[in-house]
């Protein structure tokens, strides 16, 4: 397989906008042909006005092979996407972040020489995403991208430039049909690393709510960080939880991370991960203190 420059990295999710433009304006779809699907393995479900087709793609880059499946379907005026892939690598500065998601929609409009209408900053469950729509010569294309973790997922919908005579019933199916199928995408099962927090002030206090001496105001993680899965981990099939104890700061940095427990293979990425955590800063008595708590990263092959 070819490898892409690195260069081109942040823009390997582009849909074929042109295949898409070749949707030829139909009838609309019934409203009671809409039904959800699910996709257990892409952890999302979404409401469509059929089945989609689904086709999987392996891109070579110089970080390593990803695998892209997308699920395709034309009824009505449009034509339906949704696509996921799981990056080799964890995006995990919001510098990072943001440019990835810029490069997601910089990726659709230069490969399809279309013209960008409008872009937006989106979440989904408090992951972070951006919306866009743009048109060429023969279509017009929405696309929202989330980043959840690893895992990448766009989701759009193409819909032709039909004859002046059908604009107006292309613009009304397009609006029925976009907010339809774009409010309805959900994210389902687990993913492949979770995380659970417990935490203890450094004379021993517990900051959990609800402690019985009322004193305690309980922080809260204001930025959490996924560990990437070690691909030596990922061959071995190892999986399992690993606790790692950090040292937060008065100011709510983590100042030192320790794996205690859990696979070898994964604790040094748990680590890492730990130490980039940033939370709202403790307070007993109204004064910020120094805590101490335990990050349990768990780690689950699909």
Known sequence: MKRIPQ?????LFVFAVSSLAQTQPRPTAPEEL?????????RFKVTLPGN?????????SHLGEIKRHTFTLGAGFATYLI?????????????????????T??????????RLLSMADIALDGHPG?????????????????LVGQRVYQIAISTPKGPAKNAAEIAKSMEFTSSKFFDSFELTGKPAITVVETGKAAGGKNVIAGDDTGRVDPGSALK???????PEAKEAHVSGKVQVQVTISEEGRVIEATAISGPELLREAAVRAAEQWIFKPTKLDGAPVKVQGILTFNFELD
């Open 7 to 11: 260069s081109f990295f942040l823009a």
């Open 34 to 42: 809409w039904k959800e699907f699910t996709s257990t393995a892409g």
């Open 52 to 60: 989609p087709t689904e086709t999987s793609k392996t891109i070579e």
């Open 83 to 103: 696509s996921y892939a799981d990056l080799p690598v964890s995006l995990t500065e919001p510098g990072e972040v943001s440019k990835f998601l810029d490069h």
């Open 105 to 114: 929609h910089e990726g659709e409009v230069g490969s399809s020489q279309g």
């Open 130 to 146: 951006r919306e866009f729509i743009m048109e060429t010569s023969n279509s017009k294309f929405r696309m929202r991208s989330y």
């Open 224 to 230: 959490k960080v996924a560990p990437a899965y070690p």
